[in-house]
């Protein structure tokens, strides 16, 4: 099983970025998805979320109509659309796999994302 994050890297405040989360070993279309971030010395914070088949998600307040979530299962892969990023955003972020069916759980090792000027 591997998730492979990409996408992170360095932006301007006002700036944007997609994450990607390729997912492998495992399938993909009946699995739930989320992006986690995590900053040193806090717990690791759910993001956003979405459903196996892609029509329900959910995110977090503070990035509620700067981020979207969304899933290709054609292509193993899930998104994270992040638009007017803010140093706050700053942080590694994590793609995590998940089923209730069975309680399995899969998690990425991360993409760093830095908000600077």
């Known amino acids: 099983v591997q998730l492979v994050e990409s996408g992170g890297g360095l932006v301007q405040p006002g700036g944007s970025l997609r994450l990607s989360c390729a997912a492998s070993?495992?399938?993909?279309?009946?699995?739930?998805m989320s992006w986690y971030r995590q900053t040193p010395g806090k717990e690791r914070e759910l993001v956003a979320t979405?459903?196996?088949?892609?029509?329900?998600?959910n995110y977090i307040h503070s990035v509620k109509g700067r981020f979207t979530i969304s899933r290709d299962n054609a292509k193993n892969t899930v998104f994270l659309q992040m638009n007017s990023l803010k140093p706050e955003d700053t942080a590694v972020y994590i793609c995590?796999?998940?089923?209730?069916?069975?309680?399995?759980?899969?998690w990425g090792q991360g993409t760093q994302v830095t908000v600077s000027s």
């Open positions: 995590e796999a998940s089923r209730s069916l069975d309680f399995k759980q899969y």
């Open positions: 070993g495992f399938t993909f279309s009946t699995y739930h």
């Open positions: 979405i459903g196996s088949a892609g029509t329900v998600t």
